[in-house]
């Protein structure tokens, strides 16, 4: 009898000891399985933030240099310049979308550009009252944000494997831009609402959507893991609403020959070459 005890007692404590091993088991497999879907639902990310140099080169055709050609003449010791290039500067965030896609994120500002003479000068307008002008001011700047997409054709970037071969890429983007332009005081401007000169000039500005398009290059340094790119590019952006408003919600607006038809309108489209330096990172 004692022995029939004494063996179901062991199947008992061999039966516990199962169940525990197995429900220990199956716990630890609930773990891993969370552990594994855990893992896979967490996919790294590639990024990147740049600092660039741009120069451009805007087209001679334009607005501008209109204005410029009519208001030397009416100079009679000095000329206006026209617009050639225009130095900028941007700062730029990106993600990398695919195997061959990112998205990008920047900001630039254009160095003020134009013309700024020390001096007295002789101004005779339009209207034809000489004056006597003190340092012929025509100076503009530009800011703008914009966002773009670009293609690796070759050598995409990739999470974790530094390349050190040379990239090629396609680029585009689109974006809104803002431009002030400063004029000599003296300069005779023209008021839509009297089609006469205001008497005074301040600060020109207008905004417009801009788009870009172009090729460009990358190729990694050993410096710091920052890879160095070149891109070149063309730029439509075309300003047509610059001017400013009196204290009466008057327009007044400049001109190249005091006609509302001549309204000077910015054109500040061309190409541009851009010096890159980019940083990718990963979480």
Wanted: charged share 15%; hydrophobic share 35%; aromatic share 14%.
């Amino acid at each position: 009898m004692n022995s029939i005890k004494a063996v179901i007692a062991a199947l008992l404590v061999i039966f516990a000891y199962s169940s525990v091993m197995s429900a220990t088991q199956t716990e630890q497999d609930i773990i891993n399985k969370y552990l594994q879907k855990t893992e896979k639902k967490h996919k790294r990310k590639l990024g990147w933030i740049s600092g660039s140099f741009i120069l451009n080169r805007i087209n001679r055709d334009n607005d501008y240099n209109k204005f410029a050609m009519h208001q030397s003449e009416n100079f009679t010791d000095a000329s206006l310049s026209w617009l050639s290039q225009a130095p900028a500067f941007d700062i730029e965030f990106g993600i990398v979308l695919s195997n061959r896609i990112a998205w990008s994120l920047g900001g630039e500002y254009w160095m003020k550009f134009g013309e700024s003479q020390t001096g007295t000068f002789e101004y005779i307008p339009d209207g034809g009252v000489p004056t006597t002008v003190t340092d012929i001011v025509s100076e503009l700047s530009v800011f703008g944000v914009s966002t773009g997409v670009q293609y690796y054709l070759t050598n995409p970037p990739v999470i974790g494997e530094p390349s050190s071969k040379l990239s090629i890429k396609a680029t585009g983007s689109v974006g809104y831009y803002q431009v002030n332009w400063d004029v000599w005081d003296g300069y005779e401007n023209l008021n839509l609402s009297t089609s006469l000169p205001s008497g005074t000039n301040t600060t020109y500005s207008g905004s417009a959507p801009g788009v870009t398009m172009g090729m460009g290059i990358e190729y990694p340094t050993n410096l710091f893991g920052m890879v160095f790119g070149f891109d070149f590019r063309y730029l439509y952006l075309n300003f047509n609403n610059v001017g400013w408003y009196n204290s009466l919600d008057q327009e007044i607006i400049a001109t190249w020959d005091f006609t509302e038809d001549s309204r000077v309108n910015l054109g500040l489209s061309g190409f541009r070459g851009r010096l890159e330096l980019k940083r990718f990172f990963s979480w």
